[in-house]
């Protein structure tokens, strides 16, 4: 099985039905173009939220609380401003914040960012705390980098000691 099928395949909870994401116009106001392997992800996952405490947004939420081109923009502009070890990081890479994409986040403001890279296959997942200095690198695909996490395989500098629960589930919300 992939990882995105093991994530699947985890306990779950919510609304049945396809997940609905706006791909021509994220990419349009983003300026990018997404690897398909993170457009299956949000296929999957958008607007799940796993173990009531970490959200997945969606590409085109009516909602701009989970949409992810308005998450993006505040997250791109909350570590511009507020965060320079991450400016260093970026840029050892060659990017800048302004080319982050903000996928994920937490109720305790954590932001969840996909590092694009020019092989589709390379991009990685950067993880930010809300508050403080600790982040997370993680050299992968989303689907397997919260699969690592959840499992128990992959610990985070960012989130708290109790993410993510004994055993892992998620919440659908396909519509949100």
């Not at 947004?57 to 992810?68: C, H, K, M, S, V």
Request: net charge negative; with cysteine; aromatic share 10%.
């Amino acid at each position: 099985m992939t990882d995105l099928e093991l994530l699947a395949a985890l306990p779950s909870t919510g609304e049945a039905g396809m997940v609905i994401n706006d791909w021509e116009r994220t990419e349009a106001n983003l300026g990018v173009e997404f690897p398909s392997t993170f457009m299956r992800f949000l296929d999957v996952f958008g607007g799940a939220k796993f173990d009531d405490f970490l959200r997945v947004y969606r590409a085109g939420a009516d909602n701009e609380n989970i949409d992810l081109v308005a998450k993006t923009k505040q997250g791109r502009a909350a570590l511009a401003e507020t965060r320079p070890h991450i400016k260093t990081l970026l840029a050892e890479r060659g990017l800048t914040t302004d080319e982050l994409i903000c996928w994920g986040g937490t109720e305790n403001a954590d932001m969840c960012f996909l590092v694009p890279a020019a092989d589709p296959r390379a991009w990685a997942v950067l993880t930010v705390i809300g508050r403080g200095r600790e982040c997370d690198l993680f050299e992968g695909p989303v689907e397997s980098y919260l699969l690592r996490v959840l499992r128990g395989d992959l610990v985070s500098e960012v989130f708290p000691e109790d993410f993510p629960d004994e055993e892992p589930s998620y919440e659908r919300h396909p519509m949100i």
